[in-house]
């Protein structure tokens, strides 16, 4: 198949572009539809959760500490929720980088025809804004991917059950997001697991993902979850996945509305769990009903020194391990004229993705939105976000 253009597609704004190889016109034209009506209003579901996994001294960015990547998906939310300019009950962790995708996702919400919906799942602390709640808060985080037994596996079901639920319910189409720290690291043992074909190809929120130590944990945790040769998608989310995996996967099973979903390698961990947990027959509906959208920065890195962008060959690995076709696009916002630094900085490779960034701006670029416009909205936001910091240390 040769590789699409641009020009190929109808509707699909200036700057924006195709992950992944294995769509045809017809099939991307599909899926772009439901999200190009202006008529339409959307659900959007983001999912907190959280992982030992992310404990592990330089495994993630989404926080400069620890400590501080335990507060990382609260204070997240509270930003999408509040705006950069009120009181927020969570104060955003200290990066070593760029600032919160959650601003870039706020920002993108604003003109859109949506409410969000945040679930909580195992955090360490309870949230206080108005929210989902899927277990008890006393659940707590999955446990290190590297013990090879994350989460018990009634947990795992009964996690599962509430994302059938929730996929059952909907009645418009759905963008899907989240916040897990150490999330890429619990993909990345997930697909592993799964028989899909993933070094090199994960990426992560640090400037230089730590490829070594992914590896390492993941090897170590599924040697001692002695998996057998194929496991359920169940089983692998016990030895190796977190909550949020779980609930997602749910989800995507049992919904009928189109998908949006906002992220890279975590979502399609999420994808491949859901398509290994259906027959053949009915995994071509589910990869019909499902788009990838994504930040131009995640959708153009190139992983240890690869010549092609690490997120559309994960996207086509997924896709040809379950012989179906993914979708995936990016949106056309880019800082290189930002007169932010810390906006800046996503050019040089840091964060790059999360919140469901990538998707809320495709979906506002979709709806109409002008990537200059989007841009303003971004620095004004930093702005605000600069000088409340600035208000609360008086």
Request: aromatic share 4%.
């Amino acid at each position: 198949m040769l590789p699409l253009t641009l020009s190929d597609l109808e509707g699909l704004p200036l700057g924006c572009s195709i992950v992944g190889s294995r769509c045809s016109r017809q099939q991307l034209q599909a899926h772009l539809e439901p999200w190009c009506q202006r008529d339409s209003s959307f659900d959007l579901l983001l999912l907190l959760a959280a992982t030992r996994t992310a404990e592990r001294e330089g495994i993630s960015a989404a926080g400069a500490t620890a400590a501080s990547r335990r507060l990382t998906a609260l204070a997240d939310a509270d930003l999408l929720l509040q705006g950069p300019g009120q009181l927020r009950s969570w104060s955003l962790p200290p990066l070593p980088a760029g600032v919160s995708p959650a601003l870039l996702s706020h920002v993108a919400l604003q003109p859109l025809p949506m409410q969000p919906v945040v679930a909580a799942l195992g955090l360490e602390h309870e949230a206080t804004f108005p929210h989902l709640r899927l277990e008890s808060p006393q659940a707590g985080p999955a446990r290190c991917l590297s013990t090879g037994r994350a989460m018990d596996p009634e947990r795992v079901e009964r996690l599962w059950r509430q994302g059938m639920r929730l996929g059952a319910q909907l009645r418009r189409p759905l963008l899907l997001a989240e916040c897990v720290p150490g999330g890429t690291t619990t993909a990345q043992a997930v697909l592993t697991a799964l028989g899909v074909p993933v070094n090199g190809l994960i990426s992560g929120s640090a400037r230089q993902p730590p490829q070594e130590l992914k590896r390492h944990l993941v090897e170590q945790g599924l040697r001692r979850a002695q998996l057998p040769a194929w496991p359920s998608p169940q089983a692998v989310l016990a030895a190796v996945g977190d909550p949020f995996q779980a609930v997602a996967a749910g989800v995507l099973v049992s919904a009928q509305q189109p998908v949006l979903l906002g992220g890279g390698s975590q979502m399609a961990a999420v994808v491949a769990l859901a398509l290994a947990s259906l027959p053949d027959q009915r995994r071509k509906a589910l990869a019909d009903r499902v788009l990838l959208g994504s930040t131009a920065w995640l959708a153009q890195e190139r992983i240890c020194g690869s010549d092609m962008p690490a997120l559309g060959c994960l996207l086509d690995e997924v896709g040809q391990r379950f012989g179906v076709s993914l979708a995936g696009l990016a949106s056309g916002l880019r800082f290189h004229a930002s007169r932010q630094p810390a906006l800046r900085d996503y050019e040089d490779g840091f964060v790059k993705e999360g919140v469901g960034a990538g998707a809320l701006l495709l979906l506002a670029q979709l709806q109409g939105h002008h990537s200059e416009a989007l841009l303003e909205g971004c620095e004004r936001a930093l702005d605000e976000l600069l000088a409340s910091a600035v208000a609360s240390e008086v």
